[in-house]
Structures are given as C-alpha cells and as structure tokens.
C-alpha cells in the first residue's frame, strides 16, 4: 500500500519517489504552459477539480514525460518553461470552468538539479467542485470529476463515489456551522448539534445550475 505523503514540502518524494501514477499524484510532461495548447490546459483543469474533489491533498509534477515502455523520465523543465506556470492566469481559466474555486497553490522546486512545476491541490472545504462551462470533449457542464484509484480523472463513475462525496459535503458543513457556533456561543456551553441533511447540499447544486 502506498504510504501517504504526509509533508506539502516533499517535492523530491513526490517527483522521484514512485514509479508509477498514483490517486493523489500526476505527472505531467516537460511542456511550458503556453506550449501545451488550449485543451490539454482544460485537462490540467479537470485534474485540478478532480483532486480537489478527493478526500486527500493531490499533487500534478510537471516535468515528468513517460517513456515508451510505460515508465517516467524526470526529465525537468527550462526556467522559462517554469516560469510559464503563473498561478493568476492560470486561475482565471479554472475560474472559469469549477464552482465552487478550487483552491491550489504552485510551486517551483530544483530538485537534483533540474527544475519543476508541482501544482498542489487541497480538497474542498464545503461541497464538491462542480464544471460549469463545457470544453470539447475534455469537461463538461455540470459534471463532477473525481480522482479514481488507477490514477484518472474522471466523472463521478459510481452511485457510491457520489455518494461519499455528498457524505462528506454533509460532514465538512457540519463541523464548519458548529465552529460558528462555538465563536460565537462561547466555551463551555456544552456540545451543540445542529440538524445535517444531504438535502442541503442537492439544494444547493439546485441553486448554482438553476435546477
């Protein structure tokens, strides 16, 4: 079993550190963002909302090509092509395709002398992150991608993945309502447990796309 990657700042684990694509890690070839082209910018976006639908900090190195026979070559990228990797446009395009905003960080490591882009993605705090614009035939209005264990970014593939992301959406407002209560309630007033309902996170899908 893999083990988890428990520090945001192991960028060499995560670059070097497995040999193949895993659920919360993937790789990327050695390409500038400007050199990629529209669309596989879109699929860097449906990872992007992907991983921020999983229960776990995701991670997409860049740098990383596969090889012919299946395996990866750390082959690391120019500084210019780093330098491409600007979170502020880069967030405006996944702006516009994911609601609510995923929340991801860049990064730019040298890592055994060769430069990378590593895209650190957190998961959602309230409900999942829903596309709401379609692209092609990479994302499409409406769906909710999610990370799958073979390493894929896909629609919600099952009646249960759906259902343990409602769980969670559920479980997530829960605890954030009762910290609001506490500020503002005070210490020592004993436990508060509000009523929770996955009827409320169908409300509010309802609401944002207007079904």
């Known amino acids: 079993m893999t083990q988890p990657i428990d520090s945001a700042l192991d960028f060499e684990r995560i670059v070097f550190g497995f040999d193949r694509e895993i659920a919360t890690i993937e790789y990327k070839g050695a390409f500038g963002w400007d050199e990629i082209g529209r669309e ?6 449906r990872d992007l909302i992907a991983f921020g639908n999983s229960d776990a900090i995701g991670y997409i190195a860049i740098g990383v090509s596969k090889t012919e026979s299946g395996g990866f070559d750390r082959v690391g990228l120019t500084t210019e092509q780093a330098g491409s990797y600007d979170p502020s446009p880069i967030g405006v395009i996944v702006r516009q395709f ?3 905003e995923v929340r991801f960080t860049i990064h730019t490591p040298t890592l055994q002398g060769k430069n990378f882009v ?3 993605v957190v998961p959602f705090e309230t409900v999942p992150h829903i596309c709401k614009t379609s692209y092609a035939s990479v994302l499409e209005q409406a769906a909710i ?6 390493a894929e970014s896909v629609k919600v593939p099952t009646a249960e993945h759906m259902r343990r992301l409602v769980e969670r959406a559920t479980f997530n407002q829960r605890d954030r309502l009762l ?3 506490r500020e503002l309630v005070g210490p020592g007033t004993g436990p508060t447990q509000p009523p929770t309902s996955t009827q409320s996170f169908r409300d509010q899908i309802a609401r944002r796309f207007g079904r």
């Open 145 to 150: 991608y999610v990370r799958t264990d073979n």
């Open 98 to 100: 994911a609601d609510p």
């Open 40 to 45: 596989a910018q879109r699929e860097l976006v």
């Open 118 to 120: 590593i895209l650190r």
């Open 179 to 181: 910290a609001q209560i």
